[in-house]
């Protein structure tokens, strides 16, 4: 059974940093690209970041460029994001994403307000 598990939101003030995580099971993450989407009410879902299964390639949203960085460490199995300089506009759910298979995680509340 397919499982992408994501942890590490929550309420944030501006200018201040988090770091997402999402365990993957039931599959071979370390075979597969990933990505990771946002969506904040009334908005569509959209792309944030993504990278290649064997780390040569990422890709990002302009909105986030330079603020967040996507990695991954295939020996645990597990896509992080690591989110700097937050604005209030970067409040939205996030989710894990599997490009490949086109699995979804439950996604994780980020918050950013003072």
């Known amino acids: 059974q397919v499982h992408l598990v994501e942890s590490g939101g929550g309420l944030v003030q501006p200018g201040g940093s988090l770091r997402l995580s999402c365990v993957a099971s039931g599959f071979p993450f370390g075979l597969n690209d990933m990505s990771w989407y946002r969506q904040a009410p009334g908005n569509e879902r959209e792309l944030v970041a993504g990278i290649t299964w064997n780390r040569r390639t990422t890709n990002y949203a302009d909105s986030v460029k330079g603020r967040f960085t996507i990695a991954r460490d295939n020996a645990k199995n597990t896509l992080y994001l690591e989110m700097n300089s937050l604005k209030p506009e970067d409040t939205a759910i996030y989710y894990c994403?599997?490009?490949?298979?086109?699995?979804w995680g439950q996604g994780t509340q980020v918050t950013v307000s003072s």
């Open positions: 994403h599997c490009r490949s298979r086109n699995y």
